[in-house]
């Protein structure tokens, strides 16, 4: 089957097993916690469904090995983003976890939308990335800067970078959904890229504004990783700060945000961070973030498959 079709297909069962997987997280009460900090708008959206990820990257992984060569660089990728989802999927579990706590011992006593700590995240990450990147350079034969110790720390970092970018990105309805989606049309070549991209959008029926269903860490940490091993296995990780732009700038501005914040005894640069954040508390609409979003990563993408086009 062709990627079209592949894709096609994936889209049809990625909007049947979100739809099927919202019923169950409503029956489980598996609601998403929301930061007391946040904004005020965002309090609204407690409640909500979440870990819809467990959907999409289901069908996707499902159809991109029926689909794709069964070969040794499928496997890698598709352990990859197992890998990532399942630990976004422990973060998310503890969240949930923390908020039912909260109900029997009062929100005093544990902050309900804190999920595994940062720095356990951070090891585990560089675990999964350090092992994919040994691959990429020892088997798959990826050269960057020509030392193989110095390519595995390097694709180390941006597998890293790219799972905390896409999950920092995962903040108002259909903004990360749709981005990777729009950056997944780069890798339509992969059966397992066109796969997930397919299943994203119909996951994406739910999680649209306003949404019904949030893709939590299991959907964002594991797109993430597929975003970031694609461009690496096909020898694009030099493209990727520019077709993922707008989770780079996400990322980034919590990293400036914590830093000015320390320099400065309290100070902050933005009024929140991630940057989304910062631009909603400036006064812009949901629907207008998102919308301009896109339409900056359709631009990037856009370009950047005119310029492999072009070499």
Known sequence: ????????????????????????????????????????????????????????????????????????????????VAAAAGL?????????????????????AVETATGVLARHRLVVQGLIGATFAAYAVAQAGVQVFGPAWLDIVFLTLVLVGSVNAFNFTDGLDGLCAGIAAIVLLAFLGSPLGAAVLGALLGFLWYNAHPARLFMGGVGSEGLGALVAGLAILGGQVWWLPLLALVPVLEV???????????????KRLLRMAPLHHHLELSGWPETRIVTRLWLVTAALVALTAASWGGA
């Open 252 to 266: 980034l501005s919590v990293i400036v945000q914590v830093v000015y914040f320390r320099a400065t005894d309290g």
């Open 88 to 108: 976004g999927l422990a973060d998310d579990l503890t969240s949930l976890r923390r908020a039912r706590r909260a109900v029997v011992e009062g929100p005093s």
């Open 1 to 80: 089957m062709n990627a079209l079709g592949v894709t096609g297909l994936a889209a049809l069962l990625g909007l049947l097993a979100s739809g099927a997987y919202l019923q169950l997280a409503r029956r489980a009460g598996w609601g998403k916690p929301v930061r007391a900090d946040g904004p005020r708008a965002h309090l609204g959206k407690a409640g909500t469904p979440t870990m819809g990820g467990i959907a999409f990257l289901t069908v996707g992984l499902l159809l991109g090995l029926a689909f794709g060569p069964r070969d040794a660089d499928l496997v890698a990728l598709m352990l990859l």
